[in-house]
Structures are given as C-alpha cells and as structure tokens.
C-alpha cells in the first residue's frame, strides 16, 4: 500500500471510531451500575464479596470492579471517570487486537498491523448486537469486555510460542498465566473459554510433539483453579433459582442452535463484513501463506478452525440457556464476537492458500477503479447501517446530546429535593432517548430497585422518586 493510501486509510479509520469516543462522554450509568455503587459506598469490600460469593455469583474478579466502580466517589468526579472506562477498554481492546495481528502477521509492517487491528475494532464495534452492554454500560463491559481483551493478549502470546515449539520464559509465563486467570474470574463465558481453550492447546501441543510443554500445562492448571473457585460458588445455585428453565438439556442444544444460526447469518450478511472480506481476500499470496501459517505449529486445517469457531459460538450460546434457560441480555453474545471476528479473517486466509495449495484459486489483481469502490462501500457500511449508523444518528441529530441532558437535569433535581428536605417527587420520563444504546429507565414504583438505587447512589436514599411511563 503506498503511503498516501495508508495515511487516507488512517485517517478515516481514526473518524469512524471517534464516533465511540465522542458517545462515551455522554453515556450514563443505569440499572446494576446504581445498584453496586450504592451498596459499595456504604459496605467494606471483603464482606460485601463474600456476600456477592456466598449469595450471588462467583465472578469473584468482576465483583471487584463493580463494587468499587467509579461512582462510589458520587457524581462528581465519579460520573467523568465513569465516562473514561471506555476510552479504557476501547485502548485495551485495540492493544489486544494489534497484539493478535501481530503474533498473525509478524512479516507485516508495523504501521500494517496498527491498520488492521483498528479495522477489526471498528468492525466489532459495527457488529455487536448490544453496544450499551457490550462497552458503555460499566457493570457489564468489566464483566465481559475487559476478560475479552484478556483473551487476545493470551491468545496472542500462545501463538508466538508455539512458533518456537511451545518455549516461553517463566516471567512471561507468569505473565500469561495472570491475564488468563484475571479473566477466568470475571465471568463464566471467559472461564469456559480459558479453561477449554488452554485445554485444546495442550491436547494440541501433545499430538505434534509427544511432549507436554510446562508453561503452557502450569497456565492451564492455573486457570481450573480459577474455575474451580467461580463454578464453586455457592451463590451460583442461589441466582439460578431465579430461573425455573434452567438445566433444560433439550431446551439448551435446540435454542442454542437457533441463535447460533441467527447471530451467524447476521453478521456473515452485513454489508461492513462482506466488503471488508472482499477487501482482505484481495490482498496478496504472500500476505495470507504468513497469516494462515500461524497456526503452523499446530497444524490445523481450514475444515478444523470452522469446526472451532462454529463450536465456540455455539457454546457460547448455550452457556446462558443452560444456566438460566434465557439468552437474556447479549453481553455473551457480544463477547463471544471478540473471538470470532479474528478467527473468521484467518479462516479466510486458510481456505484462500488452501485453494490456492490445490490449484483451484485464480484471483486476478483488482482493477485499479475497484479499490476506492471498495473502501467506499466498507466507510458507508460502516457510518450508515447497524450499530454504526445508530450512532450516527443519535450525534448528528442531537439526540445524544439532549438524552445527557435531561439526566443531568435529573440529578440536579433529585439533589435539589433531598436538601430541601422533601420526600417525594415526580421526575418527567426521558422523552426521547438514543437509539444507539440501550437505557433502562426508573419507573413509576417508587419502591422499585432501579429508583431505590439511583436515590441511594445520589445520597437521597430517604426520597422516593416515580418516573412516570411517557
């Protein structure tokens, strides 16, 4: 790619995704972000995750992050700090993908590799079915996007050691094995994924070398310890008796199925995806040998990564079905796009030099009016449809803007009320919120626990508020 190209190419790149930087300073927090704060202002930590262990769940990480979450301070400086989590993960996010891209395509260019780790971001961003739950909402972003980084950062140095036959030093070890179990704890999907994924590679490793590495084993019993201590939980038997449909066998294989199909034909039917797969399929023979070569050492197939990715998600769905019988909120399924985003790239690459191997490839070089065509169909995708598009809109047409402002509103009321001493008050529902992000609003019951936790949180816990439906 010639210079002049790559700059554009930034350039542009760094406009699509200052889309989301420009949302994250008016997001706010709703729901279980109010909830924990509250609680966490007025409780130790130690106890309250021994209650969260004994009574709740076993994410006994996450649980951490969201007890002492940003707005424990109070509003201020706890909601511009809240603000500032995913500009954090966004960067964590973009630093695994690069790692990852790199550990694919070490023969590629540095600048190359920045490119093409910044266009998976942006085409995650597009594709997640639930972007509030998937980066701006804190409570669920620590639980599932911060492991999800993790993961690549993990994945990423594995891939580099089986390059050198498994070798890795003992601090890097030390290294890995703390990421993988960092995410381990912070949520089941993430434990499925380490103590599953680190598994493989060793049943991986064994079969080419007859040998079991010791990073890679020591890794492995490290993070079953940490799964272990989750699945352990006590608080994971009481949460499940909230759902009367859980432990259905046929209810989990059947439904799990239907959304793996449904989620499949969403993305693989995206205008974004389909034009940036064109575009990464033109590229060079070279370019893909190197990229589908980096899972050299382990010798797997094109036909055996599809298997992969199509176990993965599948899994991934059926995890929540099994646990509550609901797919639910679609924090797992935005999580689980994290890991079959890349993976899809490098299947396009195996299955192109595999073709290619047997002779039945022929990819003429792009006439020279098809590139801009191309990258012009990719930036409106992109700008204009799915979840890209929504935001899009809610920025251009203000509606972002307004939505931060009658929160803002809202809480200087609530404030206002509590030191004048009243104890009640009617607060006017949201009139018109974003499309691009999913807000759940308090309601008319005072004794509700969203209007109980926004009080709490705000230190008017003796004031009841009602937010009437509009």
Known sequence: MRPAARIALAALLLAALSRYVALSALVHPFADDFSYAAVGMRTDLLPRLLDEYRHWNGRWFSNILVLRSPLVLGIDPGLALYRGVPLVLLGLTYGGLW????????????????LLAGGLLLLYLHLMPDLSEGLYWYTGAVSYLLPGALSLLVAAAWIRSARRHWRLGWAATAAVGLLA??????????????AAGHAA????????????????????????AAAFLMAAAPGNAVRGANFPLRHDALRTVGWAAVQSM??????????????????????????????????????????????????????????????????????????????????WFLLLSAVRVSLVEQGRWRWAPWPSRMKPLAFAVLLASVLFTGSGGRVTGDLLSGRMARFDAALVDRYARIIGAQ????????????????????YLDAGSDAEGWINRSLTGWL????????????
């Open 201 to 224: 590679l060793l049943g991986l490793a064994w079969r080419r070398q007859r040998a079991v590495p010791l990073p890679l084993a020591a890794v492995l019993l490290a993070v079953l």
């Open 181 to 194: 179990v960092v995410a381990s704890g912070c949520s089941e999907l993430h434990m499925m994924v380490m």
């Open 459 to 470: 230190g008017a816990g003796s004031l009841r508020i009602i937010v009437p439906a509009d």
């Open 262 to 343: 449904r989620f499949a034909f969403t993305w693989l039917s995206s205008p974004a995806l389909l034009a940036a797969s064109f575009i990464y399929l033109a590229g060079g023979e070279t370019f893909h040998a190197r990229i589908a070569g980096a899972f050299g050492p382990i010798g797997m197939k094109p036909s055996q990564l599809a298997a992969i990715l199509g176990l993965t998600l599948f899994a991934a769905m059926a995890l929540p079905y099994w646990a509550t019988g609901l797919l639910g909120q679609h924090r797992t399924v935005n999580a689980v796009l994290l890991v079959l985003l890349p993976g």
């Open 99 to 114: 790692a990852l891209v790199a550990a694919c395509g070490t023969a590629l260019r540095r600048g190359d590799q920045a």
């Open 419 to 438: 030191k004048a001493g009243a104890r009640s008050m009617t607060l006017p529902a949201l009139a018109d919120q974003p499309r691009s992000l999913r």
